[in-house]
């Protein structure tokens, strides 16, 4: 089983995730997202295999509306990537883990 992923919230995101000097990886999610579900363990696998290049998270998109709304997450789960500040891959939708690492090889490599 992979490693828990850390919560972000609104107050949080600019400094854990726009300033991190390293990429991030941002899961937004809800507690009744059946899909967010199926890629919850996935995404925390990922993290036991890669956290050392690259930051997981996950944020609740029920108690921190701001950051998804300004990021334009209109459906979940959203698993978002963030390099120096910028969003450099949005992935929509739950996924395979194979095609979860195929969307992320350029972040995990």
Not at 23 to 35: H, I, K, R
Not at 39 to 48: D, K
Not at 63 to 92: D, F, K, M, Q, W
Request: charged residues 25%; hydrophobic residues 40%; contains cysteine.
């Amino acid at each position: 089983m992979g490693e828990k992923m850390k919560a972000v919230t609104d107050a949080e995101f600019e400094q854990t995730v726009l300033k991190s000097d390293k990429p991030v990886l941002v899961d937004f999610w809800a507690e009744w997202c059946g899909p967010c579900r199926q890629v919850s363990p996935i995404l925390e696998e990922l993290n036991g295999e890669h956290s050392d290049k690259l930051t997981f998270l996950k944020m609740n998109v029920d108690e921190n509306p701001v950051t998804p709304s300004n990021y334009r997450v209109t459906g979940i789960p959203t698993i978002n990537v963030y390099v120096n500040g910028e969003l450099a891959r949005s992935i929509v939708g739950a996924k395979p883990k194979a095609a979860l690492l195929k969307e992320l090889a350029e972040f995990t490599a």
